[in-house]
């Protein structure tokens, strides 16, 4: 496609073949008071005063490195090596966009190799798609490949209600219109024994996420027989840096896995963009949303990489395609993939292990002061729940004026939960911070 502007001629020539003697004749059916209107619009600005003003509009923001961060809830302020930008802002692939021409893309497709390679090993799973948006959208687009895999025969999606809330919703705006129920989350009570209570032939899947919404650690071992049993299938939603000090979701008999890949080598960007991980079983791959690029050699016998399964409606029949929307994100998943191979093993256990001590460190040190108290009934990794000594929005409000972002204020999307505030400690919180928050929290008592 050229973008050279029409020159006179053109135009002109565009003009006497469709009979038509000026370009503002084409425009006679607009109101000519509309044609131009007066806007009122500032003076013009300098690239230099431009870019002073955007700076001190960009000031009014809060973020990360102007405020102490103990702000989680799905997404995460973990470092971010600066090997990654680097290496994603290369040309060859921040200018890509889709692989749909595999013998001009073999830079793209390696890359998308290598991250599902990555997180097969991270999950323990068999396969991992090229990934989704985020990980709400993995973790719907699950719900919708167990209702596939049971051929429409089990219309049940069952769904702890400790699952974050977005994700529910999304999952049920996705499901609206369809004969499919999700239910289980209705009772914020119900635990895992309760959820296998309500397993029966019509079940399509178990959903859980672990670590949950609150932080904690899920007791899935096990879970995956009572669900198997009753002919369901057992879909874990998991946070990856978690996966760097705890057993993978294959451990526990998982069938499908998703995640919210941000934390890995992605930076908080306002809410996106964000990565959705999707992985599953050697026996559901042909179920699998989105698609999978393969290893293979050619005629030659030289390596080169290609799209091996695309079940997508742009490369097969609409009403045989195993999603109508899904779609990776190329460029964050090769930030991932850079993540993984920058940090190894040991360093994605250094990290797990950072999150895990430093969150335990400020969790005693919170329960200790008057009035507060940490209310998590599980083993936690990350995040943990504070009951405050007066409503949580108060005291956060508080901490906002000092520039430190306490937590997520869970009335916000549960109200009958006004004193509670969800804490997130990442390997970013120094110690220095930590007692600076302990200190405020106290203050604001």
């Not at 961060?69 to 889709?98: D, K």
């Not at 959903?207 to 650690?217: A, D, R, T, Y």
């Not at 001590?357 to 990350?382: S, W």
Request: proline share 6%; with cysteine.
């Amino acid at each position: 496609m050229t973008y050279v502007a029409n020159t006179t001629a053109d135009q002109q020539a565009m003009l006497e073949a469709i009979g038509v003697e000026a370009v503002e004749t084409l425009f006679n059916v607009v109101p000519e008071a509309a044609r131009f209107p007066r806007l009122n619009l500032p003076r013009p600005l300098s690239e230099m005063e431009a870019l002073a003003e955007l700076a001190r509009m960009a000031e009014a923001n809060v973020d990360a490195h102007h405020y102490l961060w103990f702000l989680g809830a799905g997404a995460y302020n973990h470092f971010v090596p600066s090997v990654v930008p680097q290496l994603q802002m290369r040309s060859e692939f921040y200018t890509a966009y889709t692989p749909y021409q595999p013998e001009a893309s073999q830079g793209t497709l390696q890359a998308i190799f290598e991250y599902q390679s990555m997180l097969a090993e991270l999950t323990g799973m068999a396969v991992v798609n090229a990934s989704h948006y985020d990980g709400a959208t993995a973790l719907a687009e699950a719900a919708i490949m167990s209702v596939n895999a049971a051929r429409g025969n089990r219309p049940k999606i069952l769904v702890s209600p400790n699952v974050h809330p977005q994700y529910r919703e999304v999952m049920r705006t996705y499901l609206q219109g369809t004969p499919f129920t999700v239910t289980g989350d209705e009772n914020p009570a119900h635990d895992l024994d309760a959820l296998k209570e309500m397993l029966d032939e019509k079940t399509a899947c178990l959903i859980v996420q672990s670590p949950n919404f609150f932080g904690e650690l899920e007791a899935v071992d096990r879970l995956a027989e009572a669900v198997h049993a009753a002919g369901a299938l057992f879909i874990m939603h998991i946070d990856p840096i978690s996966l760097g000090l705890f057993k993978p979701p294959s451990h526990y008999g998982a069938d499908i896995v998703t995640g919210e890949g941000q934390s890995l080598g992605n930076n908080l960007n306002f809410g996106g963009p964000y990565l959705g991980i999707f992985a599953t079983t050697q026996k559901l791959i042909r179920k699998m949303p989105g698609r999978v690029v393969g290893q293979t050699t050619d005629t030659n016998g030289r390596r080169g990489y290609v799209l091996t399964l695309s079940t997508r409606e742009q490369h097969i029949r609409r009403e045989k395609a195993t999603s109508n929307i899904c779609t990776n994100q190329g460029l964050v998943a090769l930030g991932a993939a850079i993540y993984l191979a920058a940090m190894g093993k040991q360093g994605l256990r250094r990290v797990a292990e950072l999150c895990y001590h430093k969150a335990h460190y400020t969790a005693a040190e919170i329960d200790k002061l008057n009035g507060y108290a940490v209310i998590n009934q599980r083993p936690f990794f990350k995040e943990f729940v504070v009951r405050c000594p007066k409503p949580a929005l108060k005291i956060a409000q508080q901490l906002n004026q000092q520039k430190i972002l306490p937590g997520y204020v869970l009335s916000r999307r549960f109200p009958d939960r006004p004193h509670d505030l969800l804490v997130c400690v990442t390997e970013m919180n120094s110690k220095a911070q930590i007692d600076r928050l302990v200190t405020a929290l106290s203050e604001a008592a």
